[in-house]
């Protein structure tokens, strides 16, 4: 599936690593780690014995002007995810704690 789809944590396709795969840093050198099996390859190699396979379900597509309920969701918990990267944010929140015990 695709990252803009995903509701789990990122996953590197090319390093495992918890994060997108357009951030990755690693050198090109390198080899790639399969998040699946941790083999040389990328995640998205179909020959992968432990790749997830797909369901041959047949789905209904939405209009691309009309994001699932799911999708929503998705882009608030990455914004959300974003926000709590901010000191500021974080400063806030621990300052409204004893507020929102009483």
Known sequence: HTQKACLSNPACMKCAGVHFSYKCVKPLLLPVTCINCQGDHPACFTGCGARPRR????????????????????????????????????????????????
Do not use: G, M, W, Y
């Open 55 to 102: 369901n041959h379900r047949t789905f209904t597509r939405r209009p691309q002007d009309a994001p699932s309920s799911a999708v929503k969701f998705l882009r608030i918990i990455k914004e959300l995810q974003e926000l709590l990267k901010d000191e500021k944010i974080i400063s806030l929140l621990i300052s409204l704690l004893p507020v929102l015990k009483t």
